[in-house]
Every structure is written in C-alpha cells, then in structure tokens.
C-alpha cells in the first residue's frame, strides 16, 4: 500500500478559516463519519478555476453563505496524506491525500445565514464557533500539521472587530 500511494497525485483543494465578528472561528461537524470528526470549511478546486473563487463557491455549498471577505492567504500550499486505510477509500483511490491552499476569512453576516442544508447533501450535521487555538485539538489526527500551520499562519487575525488597539 505505501508504494501505491507514493505513486498517487494529491488532491487540489481549498479551506477556509472563517472568523466571526468576535475573532471566532467556524468548524463543522463532518456528516459521512459516525464519530466526532470537525473541520474548516474545504473542498476540491474546479479545473481551471483559481483558489480564490473556489473558496467563495466551497463556502457558498457547505456552509449556505458566501458573506465573507479574504482577509490573509497562506504563503504556500499545505499538504497532507490520508492513513493507509483511507487510500482506495476517499475519491475513489485516485489520491494520496490533498494539498491545499488556506485562505483567512471575515464573516460578514449572522449566524441565521448559515445553512448547512443548502444542496440537500450537508457536508457538514453540526457547527460551532471556536477559538482558534482549540482547531488542533479537535481535527483528526492526520490533518493536524495542516491546521498547526494555519493556525501559525492566521492567529494574529483572530480579533474582535470592535476592539481598541
């Protein structure tokens, strides 16, 4: 299985790391898994589309709103492989894992324009606002360098909007 996977693309995608009004962060709970499993908002750049609209779209599907603003990029595209037994699983085993670009986002709207329902097909069957640090003690444990490196990169962002500097 190793020298399969090291033969696999990784996966082309976006996440989010949507702060509210009060320097919070968005996480849902992923609806395909039995256990508690949370995460940013992500998913799969279209072809040819550029992260930057893919973001607001990946919102815009799991979430129920694209009323956010790109406030921080990641400098790089941050990636991650899926244990072993997810390879021949997840995307049908055309993938190793993903490698994604991580973009900083202010919400702008209110909570009741969430809706995690909005295709039919949540991704997501529950949702929260935390702060930033608690991201890497709730993510699996595969994808928890990723969001060590986000959290890294995007802390000083996490603030709330009416505080005095």
């Known amino acids: 299985m190793a020298d399969r996977k090291k033969e696999l693309p990784y996966r082309k995608c976006v996440g989010a790391v949507l702060f509210n009004r009060d320097g919070l962060v968005f996480i849902g709970e ?3 898994i039995d256990e ?12 040819g589309e ?14 129920g709103t694209t009323n956010a603003q790109i406030i921080g990029e990641c400098s790089d ?3 991650y492989d899926f244990p072993d037994e997810l390879i021949g699983k997840a995307w049908g085993g055309r ?3 993903q490698k994604q670009k991580w973009f900083a986002m202010r919400f702008s ?16 069957r529950a949702w929260q606002w935390v ?15 990723v969001y060590e490196a986000i959290v890294r990169e995007f802390r000083h ?4 909007e009416g505080a005095s500097p």
Do not use: M, T, Y
Not at 36 to 47: C, R
């Open 30 to 32: 992923r609806n395909d």
């Open 36 to 47: 508690p499993s949370w995460q940013l908002p992500q998913g799969g750049v279209d072809k």
């Open 50 to 63: 550029k992260p930057r609209n893919a973001i607001k779209r990946e919102l815009g599907e799991e979430i």
């Open 77 to 79: 595209w941050l990636c």
């Open 95 to 97: 993938f190793r894992g």
């Open 109 to 124: 709207g209110s909570d009741a324009d969430i809706d995690l329902d909005i295709g039919g097909h949540p991704e997501f």
């Open 131 to 145: 702060p930033i640090d608690r991201l890497c003690e709730l993510i699996v444990p595969f994808k928890r360098p």
């Open 157 to 160: 962002l996490a603030k709330f």
